[in-house]
């Protein structure tokens, strides 16, 4: 049986539109679309959900919406390239986003220090573990 997810609110596109301008300083482009979800690790089947898009420095963000309250997120570069951020879902769209956002700042810091023959770990005096790959 398939679920039917409810749209995204204005209130929702709103919040996450907020939480790019706080996080860039300007206006973000976001796009809304669809993306098909495996939400029930049991079964094959997928559920389309309503979700925000953005793309900047080269990384390509989503934040799905797969039940009312209850988001999923990632960021990738190519389909090689995918990162989520270690937690399945959250109940508070701001939440998703600013983690989003913070965790692809963080990778993006750690691969210009690799880049530069710098590691994270060695700067830090502890060990790093890197971003969730999914």
């Not at 976001?30 to 094959?44: M, N, T």
């Not at 190519?78 to 965790?103: A, I, K, N, P």
Request: negative net charge.
């Amino acid at each position: 049986m398939t679920q039917t997810i409810p749209d995204l609110t204005d209130a929702e596109h709103k919040l996450a539109s907020g939480k790019l301008y706080e996080r860039y300083g300007k206006l973000v482009p976001v796009r809304l679309a669809d993306s098909e979800l495996q939400l029930d690790g049991l079964s094959d089947e997928l559920t389309l959900c309503p979700t925000i898009y953005w793309a900047d420095r080269g990384a390509q963000l989503m934040v799905c919406k797969m039940a009312a309250e209850h988001f999923r997120c990632q960021f990738f570069y190519s389909g090689m390239e995918q990162y989520g951020t270690g937690h399945d879902q959250y109940d508070r769209l701001g939440d998703c986003v600013v983690t989003l956002l913070q965790v692809q700042s963080d990778h993006e810091r750690q691969i210009t220090k690799i880049s530069s023959g710098v590691t994270l770990a060695k700067d830090n005096d502890e060990e790093y573990h890197g971003m969730v790959v999914i």
